[in-house]
């Protein structure tokens, strides 16, 4: 076997310590076949393997256990704890599991099953199997025609560089921690969101109610009914042609609702200017519409450089007596009436027609500070997770060789 030296390769990142170098093998060295078909009927769980959570219970994953409900139990792999199972036709997006349970359970025939020697710490060689590396090596070896399948026999065949069984462990554990992490504040994030469902749902009035089941002190008024054209008028930014745009210049520009991702096209700094003193322009704190791509999407306008087509990206230019924040959040979960046969889009009409339960502006100024405090932070968790999944990423990339 060649060493990382040998071949000029170490990892850009280690741990204090460890110096000795790594060794390129194949799995064949380290691994073997371990699932032992379930002959006798045993009564175990029933797992599946998902793509992004590993093992999961049958009817967790499926319905009911979903098709294999009725399937003949005898003929699949039972799994002690510590095993890896993965689904050789969908490995490729990550359909793999390492068993952590105490107890033996059982997955489809149709899976691999293997375990490792005492060369491989599996916390590390998990890590691995989730990275880039991996994913190499099963575009290298799978096989078939119209699906592509990595059998067992071919993951023997595969290589991975290694460092000591000690270094091994050290880096698991690293990124065991790093997982937990990313997980708490995932569940952050997922639960702030059921907080925030739940109190939209209680602070707004139901259908055919004129007043919410929670309210801010002092606020008794019954709220109204009103159609957003009483509050103004859609506007939009001046037309933009084919002819001035262009795939590299300075000012990015939206043609549909996808807002904060890749722009359709470009305009000059000239031409922005110029239409942005002249013409209709969004002021930050502005409520996009999608009307056309995205239809109804909403998304506050921030003061960001760009430009926006007509009539497929508008806003509602309003009066004081609507207040941005709560329109925001009364927009929600808005079904819009669309109109078209093949392509729909939402009219200029249909939006002013809206209906929305409205209470006075300072109600409506206290319930749209509240919910954007807590969307502000909702997206602190979000961007602290979106960081934490870069430094996995860019430590999988500088400590595996």
């Not at 008794?220 to 008028?233: I, S, T, V």
């Not at 450089?305 to 230019?317: C, G, H, K, P, T």
């Not at 979960?333 to 027609?353: A, F, M």
């Amino acid at each position: 076997m060649r060493s990382a030296e040998d071949k000029g390769l170490a990892p850009r990142i280690r741990f204090a310590g460890f110096t000795d170098a790594w060794e390129q093998r194949v799995f064949a060295d380290f691994t073997s076949a371990s699932g032992a078909r379930n002959r006798d009927g045993l009564p175990l769980k029933s797992y599946s393997v998902s793509n992004d959570r590993g093992f999961v219970p049958q009817d967790e994953q499926f319905e009911m256990g979903g098709t294999m409900r009725d399937a003949d139990k005898t003929a699949y792999w039972i799994v002690e704890p510590g095993s890896f199972a993965y689904n050789p036709a969908r490995i490729n997006v990550g359909s793999i599991g390492y068993l952590s349970t105490s107890e033996n359970v059982i997955v489809s025939s149709l899976y691999e099953v293997f375990r490792t020697d005492a060369t491989c710490d599996d916390r590390f060689l998990w890590h691995w199997l989730k990275s880039s590396l991996f994913a190499k090596q099963i575009e290298m070896l799978q096989e078939g025609g119209v699906r592509l399948y990595y059998f067992f026999d071919k993951l023997l065949k595969s290589e991975i560089w290694m460092p000591s069984v000690s270094e091994q462990g050290s880096m698991g554990r690293l990124f065991d921690a790093l997982d937990d992490l990313i997980a708490l504040h995932q569940r952050k994030c997922d639960g702030l969101k059921t907080v925030k469902k739940s109190l939209l749902e209680k602070m707004f009035p139901r259908e055919d109610e004129t007043t919410p089941e929670l309210r801010f002190a002092g606020f008794a008024d019954a709220w109204e009914q009103r159609r957003l054209g009483d509050f103004g008028h859609v506007a939009m930014c001046k037309r933009i042609y084919k002819e001035q745009t262009s795939d590299y210049n300075d000012v990015p520009f939206f043609k549909i609702g996808t807002f904060g991702s890749e722009p359709d096209a470009y305009i000059t700094e000239e031409l922005f200017e110029q239409y942005r003193s002249l013409y209709p322009y969004p002021k930050p704190g502005t409520l996009l519409i999608s009307a056309a791509g995205s239809i109804g999407r909403i998304v506050e306008y921030k003061g960001e450089r760009a430009y926006y087509q007509d009539s497929n990206i508008v806003w509602l230019e309003h009066n004081d007596e609507l207040d941005d924040s709560f329109l925001k959040q009364s927009l929600v979960n808005t079904t819009w009436t669309l109109e078209g046969s093949t392509i729909k889009r939402l009219y200029n009409k249909d939006i002013l027609g809206k209906q929305i339960a409205a209470p006075s502006v300072p109600e409506q100024r206290a319930i749209g500070s509240f919910f954007q405090s807590l969307d502000n932070l909702i997206a602190l968790h979000q961007r602290k997770l979106d960081l934490l999944k870069i430094v996995k990423k860019s430590l999988l990339e500088g400590m595996f060789v």
